[in-house]
């Protein structure tokens, strides 16, 4: 983002305050230092020369090898040809314009879609003849996978999803008797499809599970059960993996002829002791306990809670569901209020934001809507920002943040237009508009000119103006939220993060503007 329109403001300082205006071109500095440092990368259209975001990249790779375009994640955050044939491949077996880069329209959604815990998916866009497309047939062999309802993650579309389906319809009917006709579970039925994609649905199931359950019901349950908990551990930021499970899996025992697999430890166990003798080996154990001291239990209740989760995993997921409908409950202005308050208890360690942020990689893309539920419904105390606030926090700015950089380039293309003399729509053959230093405008029309030519190039100025009208109704917004921010800090990588999260508040006004000039942008 290289925008120069430090000339045009001159022309306003007599109007505006001079503050907001030193305070606007310093932030343009601020936004400018802070997308090349690779703290704040908007997704480009096309692919860049060279891309600074390196979380996003270490993403789009992990995901395509997650859905078997790529043999392995190397963890690599450069562009190289591998990465982009990956992507092709991708786009072609999902219906996408194939230009081997990750753009903003299309295929960035599409992994998110086909990908993310949290993006709904909307299944018939994925089908073609009554059939899933290639990338959906990947996208459910990866979710039966990381679910533990298959063995193995996708190498090929050549996959048997369908035994994965039967086992998830069993598992869906024990959890609830009386539930639903949806017909014969496959990977042609779109209502069994969408049901392994939601969820949030997954955890109300749960959540409502018909307890008590019979040895044999819990060994078809537990698989899914595990993998849930681990995703949802996963997603509001706990150091577990969402990996599948592998159910011949083993953990030795000390002073034992037996091996344990990890169901075992809630399954079979004879006494405390042989729960604890693996427990340190068993990083789920280790999360669940981590969740529980986060609730407010005290050592001795969260160590009970999570030794004995088998027995009372649908109050763990009732808490879950509990806190998604608090989120879908609160408004956008509760939202912000939050986010605000813990900026402003918490200034000191904003500049830490990134360095919490490089070590989660795509969680900073999923979980967002869980973070929220953890902050608000499930965290008794926050103490610091640590990794969900850092999550949180920067999902809310980097919204901002590719909004204001875009106005920031419509201001500067705006202000050129009103500053230079000759402006940008005049023609010299047909009609030329210009002004003298007082701003006093004045049209010359070429008396040879055609009428068409004539009307076109004023059509154009008229389009020009109403962009120029919009873009000063937005940046008159940001620089009331500017002058709010300077007051308690000045312009800084604190500023600019402050400024970002106000300005989200004032989202419903930018949408009022741009719904009032959408026509701007029909054209």
């Known amino acids: 983002m290289t925008i120069d329109f430090s000339n ?9 305050p001079k503050n907001a205006v030193d305070g606007l071109i310093g932030l343009k500095l601020d936004f400018e230092s802070a997308e090349e440092k690779g703290l704040f990368v908007p997704l480009p259209k096309s692919e860049p020369d060279r891309s600074k975001d390196v979380s996003r990249i270490k993403t789009i790779r992990n995901r ?61 866009r994925w089908f073609k003849h009554g059939k899933p497309i290639p990338a959906l047939r990947r996208a459910i062999g990866l979710r039966l996978f990381v679910l533990g309802l298959t063995e193995k993650k996708p190498e090929s579309v050549d996959l048997d999803l369908d035994t994965g389906f039967e086992t998830f319809s ?10 639903e006709d ?39 349950i537990h698989s899914l059960v595990i993998n849930v908990t681990k995703i949802e551990l996963w997603l509001m930021g706990y150091r577990v993996r969402p990996t599948g499970y592998d159910l011949k899996a083993a953990v030795p025992l000390k002073d034992s002829k037996d091996d344990l697999d990890k169901f075992d430890m ?18 789920l154990y ?10 407010g239990e005290d050592k001795k209740k969260a160590r009970h809670l999570s030794l004995n989760f088998f027995d009372r995993f649908h109050e763990f997921f009732d808490l ?7 989120y879908d409950a609160m408004s956008v202005k509760d939202r912000h209020k939050l986010i605000e308050e813990k900026l402003q208890q918490h200034l000191d360690q904003v500049p830490t934001i990134w360095t919490n942020l490089q070590r989660v990689r795509n969680r900073i893309w999923d979980g967002v809507k869980r973070v929220w539920t953890w902050i608000k419904s499930i965290v008794k105390k926050v103490i610091d920002f640590g990794l969900n606030l850092s999550r949180l926090i920067y999902n809310y700015a980097l919204g901002a943040f590719s909004v204001v950089s875009n106005i920031f380039e419509s201001l500067g293309e705006a202000l050129s237009l009103v500053t230079n003399r000759y402006l940008k729509a005049s023609d010299p053959n047909v009609t030329v508009f210009f002004h003298d230093g007082d701003f006093d405008f004045k049209v010359a029309v070429n008396s040879l000119a055609d009428k068409n030519d004539v009307e076109e190039i004023c ?38 993060v402050i400024a970002l999260v106000k300005f989200r508040s004032e989202w419903q006004r930018v949408k009022e503007i741009a719904v009032e000039y959408r026509q701007v942008f029909q054209t």
């Open 8 to 16: 045009g403001l001159e022309h306003f300082r007599t109007d505006w």
């Open 64 to 124: 395509l090898a997650n859905l078997g375009y790529l043999e392995t994640d190397s963890g690599r955050s450069n562009l190289n040809d591998e990465l982009r044939d990956a992507i092709r491949s991708f786009q072609e077996e999902a219906g996408l314009e194939v230009d081997g880069w990750v753009g903003a329209e299309e295929t960035w959604p599409a992994l998110q879609e086909l990908v993310s815990f949290e993006t709904p998916i909307n299944v018939p």
């Open 170 to 179: 069993r598992i869906w009917n024990i959890l609830s008797p009386a539930a």
């Open 182 to 220: 949806a017909g014969p579970p496959s990977s042609n039925n779109m209502i069994w499809i969408g049901r392994l994609f939601d969820q949030d649905g997954i955890v109300e199931r749960l959540a409502g599970a018909a307890v008590p359950f019979s040895t044999d019901d819990l060994r078809t």
């Open 266 to 283: 809630w399954m079979r166990s004879s006494s405390v002791t042989s729960y604890l003798r693996i427990r340190k080996n068993l990083t």
């Open 286 to 295: 280790k999360a669940l306990y981590r969740f529980w001291r986060d609730r």
């Open 320 to 326: 879950l569901a509990s806190g998604l409908q608090t």
């Open 459 to 496: 059509a154009n100025l008229k389009h020009q103006m109403k962009l120029f009208l919009f873009v000063c109704h937005l940046m008159g917004i940001f620089i009331s939220v500017l002058q709010t921010v300077l007051k308690t800090v000045s312009a800084s990588y604190v500023g600019l």
